[in-house]
């Protein structure tokens, strides 16, 4: 069974992984037929497959990246193969004309498979989101 401390440091690996210029450690971390699942109210995404999943954090690192993940609460099930993780992380919003640092909050879920992710299941809080577009609408050039 895995420890707290193990856990946490197994979670904030994988979700580095994906922020990484190159992804270098992706493959390290995630399992081939991992699948990463995003649900951003009123939004569900899915990749399967950890080509996939390279595809989509690449096209997304030149928009988002993390800067601050803090693993807040931690619950270890299944002899230590799943975890439950509340988190708070600092966005960093890149498009050009709308940069700005954006706090960020959710749930994680994360099935191991062979001591890799197998399912990554994140929970983002849209507050923030909704935020942004009123305060300055994605298809409007900046003030």
Not at 117 to 132: A, R
Request: proline share 7%.
């Amino acid at each position: 069974m895995a420890s707290q401390e193990e856990a946490k440091q197994f979670l904030l690996k994988a979700w580095d992984a994906v922020w990484v210029p190159g992804l270098a450690t992706l493959s390290e971390l995630y399992a081939e037929d991992a699948v990463v699942l995003g649900f951003s109210p009123p939004k569900q995404q899915t990749w399967s497959g950890i080509d996939n999943i390279r595809v989509h954090f690449k096209e997304i690192q030149p928009i988002v990246g993390s800067t601050a993940l803090k693993i807040t609460n931690l619950d270890i099930v299944n002899d230590g193969s799943a975890f439950y993780a509340t988190w708070e992380d600092v966005f960093e919003v890149k498009i050009p004309g709308r940069e700005r640092l954006m706090d960020q909050r959710g749930i994680i879920h994360c099935v191991r498979k062979d001591g890799k992710v197998g399912i990554w299941t994140m929970y983002e809080d849209p507050t923030p989101f909704v935020e942004m577009a009123i305060n300055r609408p994605f298809g409007l050039p900046p003030a």
